[in-house]
């Protein structure tokens, strides 16, 4: 294994980590939280990342599509889809009685993430049938009257395209566009930097909007995704 630590100081907790893993010599495995999203934390291990549920584990074995640019953990299918689909319970996110703040809905949104990386991996295989299955599980699970949608949402449509569920992709990606635009409005006449956060998460939104829209070809949604993104470029 070959990875980079950095110049600067190591701290206790990272030299821990490094302990265990040459301690350990592979007995048992070794993880990382997917909620541990400070690139310093993970010691230049990302290209031996391996995603398995809401955990990276760490595999003496490099991901030979890893990109330093893109997204840490190679999706091992079979196993990250028993995770999703069989082993974890997913209590209340379809209930729109239930109330969740902005903390609560941080869970969600990376379960949405894990759904749409395995529906993508099916594909890049395929698999249209399977990619299919998990979008349409991942939508059941968090509806959006309970969990409204987010910036992980617009990556489940190739998938909901791919298998034949035109008519739902365009109704979902019609949802998060008019919701955003109708946001972004708002944020334009408050110009506050109390709303910074609301307004990154609705320009992330329009732009997974945009870049699914091309995916699937649908130019006339992207040159609309794009025409609300554009005077917001170069900020």
């Given at each position: 294994?070959?990875?980079?630590?950095?110049?600067?100081?190591?701290?206790?907790?990272?030299?821990?980590?490094?302990?265990?893993?040459?301690?350990?010599?592979?007995?048992?495995?070794?993880?990382?939280?997917?909620?541990?999203?400070?690139?310093?934390?993970?010691?230049?291990?990302?290209?031996?990342?391996?995603?398995?549920?809401?955990?990276?584990?760490?595999?003496?074995?490099?991901?030979?599509?890893?990109?330093?640019?893109?997204?840490?953990?190679?999706?091992?299918?079979?196993?990250?889809?028993?995770?999703?689909?069989?082993?974890?319970?997913?209590?209340?996110?379809?209930?729109?009685?239930?109330?969740?703040?902005?903390?609560?809905?941080?869970?969600?949104?990376?379960y949405r993430d894990k759904f749409a990386r395995?529906?993508?991996a099916y594909l890049a295989a395929g698999d249209?049938?399977?990619?299919?299955?998990?979008?349409?599980?991942?939508?059941?699970?968090?509806?959006?009257?309970?969990?409204?949608?987010?910036?992980?949402?617009?990556?489940?449509?190739?998938?909901?395209?791919?298998?034949?569920?035109?008519?739902?992709?365009?109704?979902?990606?019609?949802?998060?566009?008019?919701?955003?635009?109708?946001?972004?409005?708002?944020?334009?006449?408050?110009?506050?930097?109390?709303?910074?956060?609301?307004?990154?998460?609705?320009?992330?939104?329009?732009?997974?909007?945009?870049?699914?829209?091309?995916?699937?070809?649908?130019?006339?949604?992207?040159?609309?995704?794009?025409?609300?993104?554009?005077?917001?470029?170069?900020?």
């Open positions: 294994m070959e990875f980079n630590l950095g110049k600067g100081a190591i701290e206790k907790k990272s030299l821990l980590v490094l302990d265990i893993l040459a301690a350990n010599q592979w007995k048992r495995p070794v993880y990382f939280a997917t909620s541990v999203a400070l690139p310093q934390d993970h010691l230049g291990l990302e290209p031996y990342f391996q995603l398995e549920g809401l955990a990276w584990r760490i595999l003496p074995l490099k991901d030979p599509h890893y990109e330093p640019r893109g997204e840490a953990g190679y999706v091992e299918k079979d196993i990250l889809y028993d995770k999703l689909m069989r082993q974890f319970s997913y209590r209340g996110l379809d209930n729109p009685t239930l109330f969740h703040d902005d903390n609560s809905l941080m869970f969600p949104a990376s395995l529906a993508t249209s049938v399977t990619a299919r299955r998990v979008a349409d599980k991942c939508l059941a699970l968090m509806p959006d009257k309970a969990i409204p949608y987010d910036f992980y949402t617009p990556q489940l449509l190739p998938a909901l395209i791919a298998g034949g569920e035109q008519k739902r992709a365009k109704e979902l990606q019609d949802i998060l566009f008019a919701r955003s635009q109708q946001a972004l409005r708002y944020y334009s006449t408050n110009p506050n930097s109390v709303f910074e956060r609301e307004l990154g998460q609705h320009l992330a939104t329009i732009q997974q909007l945009y870049l699914a829209a091309q995916q699937i070809g649908d130019t006339r949604r992207a040159n609309q995704a794009y025409a609300l993104l554009r005077p917001y470029l170069g900020q």
